[in-house]
């Protein structure tokens, strides 16, 4: 894992809850990509709120991109939230200006799967629930294969964040992420075994701040709101998992990643939600019907991606 520059910038499709991380990573995913549309998913707040959030962030930093809304609820799970985390309204308590925008459309998921007929080399990042990435998969099979990439927030190999072994993507709406990871094989999985690593404290947002742009200092805002809810938890430091996904494209040389079968648990008492990983050697599952095999992210260079998300966040 070496810190040399991406060298291109890649077609991203975002679809996304924000969320104080999905913010940073829209800023993210614009200054290392090239942001082609922004979708919206029922998620840390509820469809209003993610869809005004998305609208929002690429307001301050004014991004020019469409934002179209998704799904509202999940496909068979009651509805959850992370309201907890990232402030009833998701963006914590930074104070926003008055929204000018509004949404392209209200059909993401047909945005989603025309991007993937008319972008060459389009990858789609998904940082929310991934309801709107099943529904398309539902309404046009061939999407996956149209995709240059599809990355995912979610899931982990050893240990959850909602409930023991679940994390919060995947468990908000467990059947979707079923479909996703049988049908959209090979995925890439930016789980908590990477994103925990990537913790962005104090001394970042001071950098932000300093920057003094308009991005900057909303970013520098949700980060302080972000790891002061994380002191409540013990941690110093915030992770800041979407953007962490977003530069698991643009960088991935940055990244220690290896192939293995996972499956969503949907039936289990404690265990709904779980991205059973089988780590074990690939001869001693041989014989077995094993899960498809998924692209799963361990680790990463810590220092040069954090690095990264305040360059981005400075530089937008
Ligand atoms: C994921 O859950 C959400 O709260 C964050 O935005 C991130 O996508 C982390 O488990
Ligand atoms: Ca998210």
């Keep these: ?147 240059a990439g599809l990355t995912i927030m979610g899931g982990g190999a050893h240990a959850g964040n909602v409930t023991p072994v679940a994390e919060f993507n995947v468990w908000a709406d467990p059947e979707a992420a079923a479909i996703v990871f ?20 104090g001394s970042e947002a001071s950098r932000m701040r300093s920057a003094g742009t308009p991005a900057a200092h909303f970013a520098a805002g949700l980060l302080e709101y972000a790891y002061d809810r994380c002191r409540e938890f013990g941690l110093e430091a915030a992770p800041v998992h979407d953007a962490t996904a977003i530069i698991a494209v643009t960088h991935p040389h940055l990244f220690r990643r290896s192939t293995h079968p996972v499956a969503v648990e949907l039936h289990g008492e404690h265990t709904r939600g779980m991205t059973v990983t089988d780590v074990r050697p690939p001869a001693a599952i041989a014989a077995e019907p094993a899960p498809p095999a998924q692209d799963v992210v361990w680790d990463a260079d810590a220092a040069a991606v954090i690095d990264l998300i305040v360059q981005a966040v400075i530089n937008t």
Aim: hydrophobic share 45%; net charge negative.
């Design 182 to 201: 049988s049908e959209a094989a090979p995925l890439t999985m930016v789980g908590l075994d990477v994103t925990h690593k990537v913790l962005l404290g």
């Design 1 to 147: 894992m070496t810190a040399e520059a991406c060298t291109g910038r890649p077609r991203i499709v975002l679809d996304c809850d924000p969320g104080l991380d999905d913010a940073i990573a829209i800023l993210t995913a614009a200054h290392f990509g090239e942001l082609v549309g922004i979708t919206t998913v029922n998620g840390n707040v509820g469809i209003e709120h993610t869809t005004h959030n998305a609208l929002v962030t690429a307001q301050v930093a004014g991004l020019d991109v469409e934002v179209h809304r998704g799904a509202a609820r999940p496909l068979i799970a009651p509805t959850m939230d992370a309201a907890r985390i990232h402030g009833a309204t998701g963006l914590g308590d930074v104070a926003l200006p008055e929204l000018t925008r509004s949404v392209a459309s209200d059909d993401a998921v047909a945005f989603l799967c025309d991007a993937a007929r008319s972008v060459d080399d389009l990858h789609l990042v998904a940082v929310g629930p991934l309801t709107n990435v099943a529904l398309a998969l539902r309404r046009d099979p061939g999407l996956r294969s149209r995709l």
